[in-house]
């Protein structure tokens, strides 16, 4: 059965990219979300198999939106994106739950990697 997948990023075009690969690749999309907040709210809703979350956001940052979904379900699968340079939140993400991250600008081998990692 195909996975069902939550895309946060707040860059439109970056959550048609990650969605443009996933469904090529057999997954679902549950829904999209455009912060954190939409976030939480929308993994409550739809209750994804896999969120992949960009980490800077405006109204709620991938770190806090990760805290906030492992708060409704501590067995949330996360991968979180980020841009080069944000060693420490990526830390930060994985201290909080993350499963893995993905560089940005990412390979679509290394997103179907992460993915099949995490959920196979």
């Known amino acids: ?3 069902n997948i939550l895309i946060v990023d707040d860059a439109a075009f970056m959550r048609m990219m990650i969605k443009d ?4 690749n ?10 954190g907040k939409v976030a939480v709210d929308k993994y409550n809703e739809v209750k994804p198999d896999l969120v992949l979350m960009d980490i800077t956001m405006p109204e709620m940052d991938g770190i806090q939106a990760l805290k906030g979904i492992k708060s409704i379900d501590p067995n949330a699968c996360v991968i979180m994106c980020s841009a080069m340079g944000q060693q420490a939140m ?3 993400a994985i201290q909080s739950g993350a499963k893995d991250f993905i560089v940005k600008p990412f390979q679509a081998e290394r997103v179907l990697e ?3 990692k995490v959920v196979g």
């Open 1 to 3: 059965m195909a996975k």
């Open 90 to 92: 990526v830390i930060e």
């Open 21 to 24: 690969i996933l469904t090529k």
């Open 114 to 116: 992460a993915v099949r």
């Open 26 to 35: 057999g997954y679902n999309i549950a829904a999209e979300a455009e912060n």
